[in-house]
């Protein structure tokens, strides 16, 4: 079994402020870190994660954009296709940050209006499609030379060092200036300033690649809510489930991958207090129960996986029975 948790060991600056006390709200959490065996992993995001889980193969990128596209009623056919999802960047003093997904709702209406804009100024060199009103696509002929950060990894980070690079990356960059001028100008975005909602002010380029092989050898069941994963686990032919509320004894014995994105939203924006609850509820619905049937789980074990932070655990049966293993401070084995 494979739990992906993103933000479940988180930077050093989140986990000192939400520190306090932490502790004493999270005594399953300590006993498994204390018990399990802590291993680094990809720091490649959850997309990633989710590709390597399914054998799904790494292109230029892992190449989700021809994945989702298909999930959006879109055809991949032999193109090579780049997700242009719109964005906010946040300026701060002293860097540009790229702002969750959640801060920016457009509506359909809106999507289609910015879309039609970006792909009547820069015509064939530059028209994305927006399929959904969060997921847009570019479509090439001929794969640039190209390499992206996914935006699980993105999200909440200076983006100097995440932009694309590559042969091909300064022509990118050269049109991401063009375009953010443009989208400033546009009326959706001034209307949408003018309500004190966050505009749309550039696309984030991610996740390139033409359609691959579908893997079905590791169909694993998915269990999660995420569109990404749900259309992962589609194209793979797997069994994708709604997230189940709590941990049972019948999901530990048996493959599988669950996504526990609880802590994504408050992990990308530093946000300590959002983080600390929301672990507490991982800790009561999910934590406890894992503990309490640790000795249960299958001959594979179950892994904890991290994979914005690079950080992973790994319990197998014979851990319930460690007793000798003591806890440290929580924030030392967090961090």
């Not at 699980?152 to 022509?171: E, F, H, K, T, Y």
Request: aromatic share 6%.
């Amino acid at each position: 079994m494979l739990l992906l948790v993103p933000h479940l060991f988180p930077t050093k600056h989140l986990l000192k402020a939400a520190a306090p006390d932490l502790h004493l709200h999270l005594p399953a959490l300590q006993t498994l870190l204390a018990r399990g065996t802590r291993q680094p992993c990809p720091a490649e995001g959850v997309e990633a994660a989710l590709c390597a889980a399914l054998g799904i193969e790494r292109q230029q990128d892992w190449p989700l954009a021809p994945i989702t596209l298909a999930a959006d009623g879109g055809e991949a056919r032999d193109a090579y296709w780049l997700r242009a999802d719109p964005v906010h960047l946040r300026l701060m003093r002293d860097r540009i940050v790229l702002a969750s997904c959640d801060a920016l709702s457009l509506s359909r209406e809106e999507a289609d209006a910015l879309a039609d804009a970006v792909g009547q100024h820069f015509g064939d060199d530059l028209r994305p499609q927006a399929l959904h009103p969060r997921r847009w696509y570019l479509q090439f002929p001929m794969a640039p030379h190209l390499t992206t950060t996914p935006f699980s990894v993105a999200v909440g980070r200076d983006i100097d060092p995440l932009l694309p690079q590559g042969s091909d990356a300064m022509r990118i960059r050269s049109q991401l200036n063009e375009l953010q001028m443009l989208l400033h100008e546009h009326p959706v975005n001034q209307a949408r300033e003018a309500r004190g909602e966050l505009p749309a002010n550039s696309l984030w380029f991610w996740g390139g690649g033409r359609q691959p092989a579908a893997s079905h050898t590791l169909s694993l069941p998915i269990y999660t809510r995420d569109p990404e994963a749900q259309a992962l686990g589609a194209f793979c032919s797997a069994r994708v489930h709604a997230l189940p509320a709590q941990l049972d004894a019948q999901l530990l014995q048996a493959s599988g991958i669950i996504l526990l994105d609880g802590l994504t939203p408050s992990g990308q924006v530093g946000d300590a207090c959002g983080w600390r609850e929301a672990l507490r509820e991982l800790e009561r619905d999910w934590f406890v129960p894992l503990l309490g049937r640790l000795r249960r789980i299958g001959p594979a074990g179950l892994r904890l996986l991290d994979p914005v932070n690079g950080k992973a655990l790994h319990l197998q049966a014979r851990d319930a029975w460690k007793f000798w293993r003591r806890p440290h401070r929580l924030i030392s084995m967090l961090s």
